[in-house]
């Protein structure tokens, strides 16, 4: 074998191994919309104003901390947690804020109760600029999670900032994380390698969600990527205690929808008359309630599908359709 053919047959293995180390996906969030869904289920429970008052956030727009004379509103999840939500004076108005609020209360509601234990304090301002998590705070900034939900991710993105908020402190730097780290044959990311200190378990959490809790959401081409990149780093996350609720109840059994049911609900948000459509639900009944819990509108649901909200006040409604077939779930903002 001469020394020409050595050479080449070494540069195809070094290319090879290359190849295989290559993380699978630039980033997780844009892997799969519907790893949790605006119509799951949230654990918001209200959200009450409480007035203006002084706090130092940070703004993506300046790149810098700034200090607002903010609308406050106490969140209230139904797990227990608490939160400050935190609407900059921008939007101009208690109402304006109020929407904002509840809007981004119940989002981040939908998110497990593990992710949302350190959300202190929640950030939403305008502009188009990503969101962020750490700081026991989220920052949102709501021409960006227009696009987001657009493409669907917008609950997904959520999961990525919580997981900088709540697990980063308690996980990254530990020894189990860095032993994980090692062992795996690669990152999840590209993202994930280019800042492995700081974003590696916000990345790899998302596809642990998918591959253990959201099987049927996921291709398997995807969930072959998932499981070859990073096994140790899945079976880190399955060694923690990570309460999933309201994803998933303590039992472990999943409380989404039939993937056969859905619920769509047009104009959203509404300033009075809203058109619902229930596919594989027949002579449903509609369930509105209110923030507080309670029930604002209980009838069949009408032949041609509308519902008339407004002798309702302005805010935020979960609407349910539900019948033998099942029911299902979806919020709707009233202004």
């Not at 053919?5 to 969030?29: R, V």
Request: hydrophobic residues 40%.
């Amino acid at each position: 074998m001469n020394n020409s053919f050595i050479l080449i047959i070494g540069l195809l293995l070094a290319t090879a191994t290359c190849m295989a180390q290559q993380p699978p996906y630039s980033g997780t969030i844009f892997i799969d919309p519907d790893i949790i869904t605006p119509t799951d289920s949230s654990a918001y429970q209200s959200v009450t104003y409480t007035g203006q008052g002084m706090r130092t956030v940070y703004d993506r727009r300046v790149s810098n901390w700034v200090t607002i004379n903010a609308y406050l509103f106490d969140v209230v999840w139904n797990d227990g947690l608490t939160s400050e939500a935190q609407i900059n004076p921008e939007f101009g108005s208690v109402a304006a804020a109020t929407v904002e609020a509840e809007k981004y209360a119940w989002s981040i509601g939908q998110l497990p109760t593990c992710l949302r234990v350190d959300v202190d304090e929640i950030w939403i301002h305008l502009g188009t600029e990503p969101f962020g998590g750490g700081n026991n705070s989220i920052l949102i900034h709501t021409g960006q999670s227009t696009i987001y939900e657009a493409d669907g991710i917008l609950e997904e993105t959520l999961v990525h900032e919580a997981c900088h908020t709540s697990l980063d402190a308690r996980h990254a730097a530990s020894a189990g994380w860095l032993n994980a780290q090692n062992l795996d044959p690669t990152f999840i990311s590209t993202y994930a390698r280019d800042h492995p200190t700081r974003e590696d378990i916000a990345e790899s959490f998302l596809t642990w969600l998918m591959v253990r809790h959201r099987r049927d959401s996921i291709s398997q081409q995807d969930y072959d990527a998932i499981t070859m990149a990073i096994p140790n780093r899945l079976a880190y996350f399955d060694s923690i205690p990570c309460d999933l609720f309201p994803m998933v109840i303590s039992s472990g059994t999943s409380i989404d929808k039939p993937k056969d049911l859905a619920l769509f609900i047009y104009p959203n948000p509404t300033q009075g008359m809203i058109h619902i459509e229930g596919h594989g639900i027949v002579d449903g009944t509609v369930r509105i309630w209110d923030t507080t819990g309670k029930l604002a509108y209980h009838r069949p649901l009408s032949a041609h599908g509308q519902v008339d909200l407004a002798h309702l006040p302005n805010g935020l409604y979960l609407i349910e359709l539900r019948s033998e077939a099942g029911s299902v779930k979806q919020k709707v903002i009233k202004r």
